[in-house]
């Protein structure tokens, strides 16, 4: 059974950083594609960022480019995103998931994409 857990999330101020981590256990971690998804309220669920399984190929949604960073450590089954400059747009629950698709202007996810049960991060103004 695939099983995706978050950490990391919290409150934070404005212009402020938060470490998001996720392990995922049941499947070959080195050889499945990753990502990092969020969903506020009201809002539908959105890609931020995506990274293939040898960690070449890496997709940022563009309100994110330059003040996140998706890292991929496959010895420790891990996955990293590192949040800078976070703004109260930054709310939401952030949800970790393997078996995604992405390409360098896609990041999403299908039938087999294995969800976490998110992580719920607050930026405060």
């Known amino acids: 059974q695939v099983q995706v857990v978050e950490s990391g999330g919290g409150l934070v101020q404005a212009g402020g950083s938060l470490r998001l981590s996720c392990t995922a256990s049941?499947?070959?971690?080195?050889?499945?594609?990753m990502g990092w998804f969020r969903q506020a309220p009201g809002k539908a669920r959105e890609g931020l960022s995506c990274?293939?399984?040898?960690?070449?190929?890496?997709y940022y949604t563009d309100s994110v480019k330059g003040r996140f960073t998706l890292t991929r450590d496959n010895a420790k089954n891990t996955l990293i995103l590192q949040m800078n400059n976070l703004t109260p747009g930054d709310t939401a629950m952030y949800f970790c998931?393997?078996?995604?698709?992405?390409?360098?202007?896609?990041?999403?996810?299908?039938?087999?994409?294995?969800w976490g049960q998110g992580t719920q991060v607050t930026v405060s103004s």
């Open positions: 049941g499947l070959p971690f080195d050889h499945n594609n």
């Open positions: 998931a393997a078996r995604v698709w992405v390409t360098d202007s896609l990041c999403s996810g299908d039938s087999n994409t294995a």
């Open positions: 990274i293939d399984w040898l960690g070449l190929n890496t």
